[in-house]
């Protein structure tokens, strides 16, 4: 039987929309812990799944999960240096900008709010406190479970740099949190 483009095509789309379904809710959560913003979690997704299905054809089995997290971890990263970057033109832009930091409503879970202490508002603040490079790793560890050997490959860092980034954000985490529950 012979394949066709197209067939092939049909085949590596499913693959691709099995593979991203199966993680959906962490690719979610991880973007919108990285972003505190519904809006732009929601960007860095869709641009994430665009990058990740162009560059489909090259994944090599690996596992998906990570090969994701890792392009939502750069496109993040980049997100933030052209937004640094960028001129204010007017106060609106600025404000624009900042409005919108929201916490996902879950009153319809409730036990998923006593389960995920992480969907807390003093939580995402802390996070939200933590330079981006310490929050992604800390996310990628403490969150999603990986080890500091994983986190060093898919952010190519060095394994030292991971761990300082995960200890210095640990401790401001710590502080953070234990100065916001004295308040």
């Known amino acids: 039987m012979w394949l066709t483009k197209r067939s092939i095509t049909a085949q590596k789309h499913a693959e691709f929309d099995a593979l991203v379904a199966k993680d959906w809710d962490r690719f979610w959560r991880f973007a919108y812990r990285l972003t505190s913003n519904r809006d732009l979690a929601e960007d860095l997704l869709s641009e994430t799944l665009i990058d990740a ?51 996902p409503d879950l009153s319809h879970n409730p036990e998923k709010c006593l389960v995920d202490p992480l969907y807390s508002e003093p939580v995402q603040r802390a996070l939200d406190a933590l330079p981006l490079e310490n929050r992604v790793v800390v996310l990628l560890a403490d969150v999603e479970g990986y080890d500091y050997t ?34």
Request: aromatic share 10%.
């Open 53 to 103: 299905f162009v560059a489909f054809e090259r994944y090599r089995g690996e596992r998906f999960a990570s090969w994701f997290f890792k392009m939502l971890a750069n496109n993040r990263i980049d997100m933030a240096r052209k937004a640094n970057r960028r001129q204010v033109e007017s106060l609106d832009t600025v404000f624009s900008e900042t409005e919108g930091k929201d916490i």
């Open 150 to 183: 994983e986190i060093a490959q898919m952010l190519s860092i060095p394994l030292g740099t991971v761990r300082s980034r995960i200890s210095r954000g640990r401790e401001k985490l710590r502080l953070t949190l234990s100065q916001d529950s004295l308040q």
